[in-house]
């Protein structure tokens, strides 16, 4: 029997055995690959978080306001919170990559800057994880890398007082000027002892102002449920910390019976724990003076 050739003068029989021999060869190398045993949605999950993680960890990566949102959104969402703090220490140390040349150079990053503090968004969503969770010393661990930082301090002296406090650096010199105005449209004395005596006047009235704005705002406790500031505290360092003392009193809340109460019996050693740490930020955890019915 003759041999049927293809268009090309090749055997087919040889042909189709070198492509079934390629076929099988493809076919070999993905059965060789290895693949986990049961793939399920806590595996697929854990990869995510994981990746996730060895992105913002990468020395390469710089972490952005951004990026450090999207990441505690996404292990919010997939309640792996414990690489919080980490991430954090990281977003306030991590060093800052600049191109210098055709090559790139990292320098130190500034902690205690104000482009350091974690934002109050991030690390309220990040706490509110933590206690999702059930995990009591990574919340603690949570405010004390975002809270507590010096450049988080910083940043809000900043964006908050830093206008109040131009306005009173500013208030010397328009009530001067007004005051001069103000002596030139009276007749009943020289016009440097009127200029005197309105500058005074104003600047009593604006330094009066302020500082009962001030202690109004230092002072403030309405917002406290359970933790409240100890004695001695000064009152700028209140204001400053009181995002701290909230992230603080919100955990308590959390920690604590709901019941109003049976608020004071709680026991255990993790809110021993708690109570004392809070005692060594200057605050005090369920003060009795302020508990229901001991006023």
């Given at each position: 029997?003759?041999?049927?050739?293809?268009?090309?003068?090749?055997?087919?029989?040889?042909?189709?055995?070198?492509?079934?021999?390629?076929?099988?060869?493809?076919?070999?190398?993905?059965?060789?690959?290895?693949?986990?045993?049961?793939?399920?949605?806590?595996?697929?999950?854990?990869?995510?978080?994981?990746?996730?993680?060895?992105?913002?960890?990468?020395?390469?990566?710089f972490?952005?306001?951004?990026?450090?949102?999207?990441?505690?959104?996404?292990?919010?969402?997939?309640?792996?919170?414990?690489?919080?703090?980490?991430?954090?220490?990281?977003?306030?140390?991590?060093?800052?990559?600049?191109?210098?040349?055709?090559?790139?150079?990292?320098?130190p990053?500034?902690?205690?800057?104000?482009?350091?503090?974690?934002?109050?968004?991030?690390?309220?969503?990040?706490?509110?994880?933590?206690?999702?969770?059930?995990?009591?010393?990574?919340?603690?661990?949570?405010?004390?890398?975002?809270?507590?930082?010096?450049?988080?301090?910083?940043?809000?002296?900043?964006?908050?007082?830093?206008?109040?406090?131009?306005?009173?650096?500013?208030?010397?010199?328009?009530?001067?000027?007004?005051?001069?105005?103000?002596?030139?449209?009276?007749?009943?004395?020289?016009?440097?002892?009127a200029?005197?005596?309105a500058?005074?006047?104003?600047?009593?009235?604006?330094?009066?102002?302020?500082?009962?704005?001030?202690?109004?705002?230092?002072?403030?406790?309405?917002?406290?449920?359970?933790?409240t500031?100890?004695?001695?505290?000064?009152?700028?360092?209140?204001?400053?910390?009181?995002?701290?003392?909230?992230?603080?009193?919100?955990?308590?809340?959390?920690?604590?019976?709901?019941?109003?109460?049976?608020?004071?019996?709680?026991?255990?050693?993790?809110?021993?724990?708690?109570?004392?740490?809070?005692?060594?930020?200057?605050?005090?955890?369920?003060?009795v003076?302020?508990?229901?019915?001991?006023?």
């Amino acid at each position: 029997m003759l041999e049927e050739r293809g268009a090309g003068g090749n055997p087919r029989a040889r042909a189709t055995e070198q492509k079934e021999t390629a076929t099988s060869a493809l076919l070999g190398t993905v059965n060789a690959r290895s693949y986990p045993g049961v793939i399920s949605k806590a595996s697929i999950l854990g990869g995510i978080s994981e990746s996730a993680e060895a992105i913002v960890r990468d020395p390469k990566v710089f972490i952005t306001p951004a990026i450090l949102q999207a990441y505690v959104q996404l292990q919010s969402l997939l309640h792996k919170p414990s690489s919080f703090p980490d991430v954090f220490h990281l977003y306030s140390t991590k060093p800052i990559p600049s191109l210098k040349g055709e090559s790139v150079v990292y320098s130190p990053a500034p902690t205690d800057q104000i482009k350091s503090a974690v934002p109050s968004d991030v690390a309220h969503e990040a706490l509110g994880a933590a206690i999702e969770a059930h995990q009591l010393p990574l919340a603690i661990d949570i405010i004390s890398t975002s809270y507590c930082t010096l450049s988080f301090k910083k940043a809000k002296t900043f964006k908050q007082a830093a206008i109040p406090m131009a306005g009173l650096g500013i208030a010397p010199i328009a009530a001067y000027t007004l005051s001069a105005q103000f002596s030139n449209m009276q007749q009943t004395m020289d016009t440097g002892t009127a200029t005197g005596i309105a500058f005074a006047g104003i600047m009593t009235y604006v330094g009066a102002v302020a500082m009962t704005g001030y202690v109004a705002v230092t002072t403030s406790n309405d917002q406290m449920d359970r933790v409240t500031w100890a004695s001695g505290v000064p009152l700028w360092e209140r204001w400053v910390r009181e995002e701290e003392r909230a992230a603080i009193d919100r955990l308590a809340g959390a920690w604590g019976f709901r019941d109003m109460d049976k608020r004071g019996e709680e026991e255990g050693e993790e809110w021993e724990a708690l109570r004392e740490w809070v005692g060594t930020r200057g605050m005090i955890l369920d003060r009795v003076s302020l508990m229901p019915g001991m006023e």
